[in-house]
C-alpha cells in the first residue's frame, strides 16, 4: 500500500513541488531509510503526478464499468 503526504485539493503546483523535494531530501537520509525498512517499508520517490496517475487510471476504468454495466447503488 502507497503512504504519501496527501494536500488539499487546489494546493498550488509550486507548493506540491516543494512539499515534494523536502519529502526526497528527508527520504534519501539513510538513516530514515533504515527506520523505514526495519518497519517493512520501502522508501520510493516520485512526482505526484506519478503517485496520482494509478489512481486516476483506476477511477476512469471502473467509471467506465459502471456505466457499461448500468450499476447503480440503492
Do not use: C, H
Not at 4 to 17: E, M, Q, R, S
Amino acid at each position: 500500500m502507497a503512504r504519501a503526504a496527501l494536500v488539499p485539493a487546489g494546493t498550488p503546483p509550486a507548493v506540491i513541488a516543494r512539499l515534494n523535494a523536502a519529502a526526497g531530501k528527508v527520504l534519501a537520509e539513510p538513516a530514515v531509510r533504515e527506520r523505514l525498512a526495519l518497519q517493512g517499508l520501502e522508501t520510493v520517490g516520485g512526482t505526484a503526478e506519478q503517485f496520482a496517475k494509478p489512481y486516476r487510471d483506476d477511477y476512469e476504468k471502473y467509471s467506465r464499468l459502471v456505466k457499461e454495466l448500468d450499476i447503480t447503488i440503492n
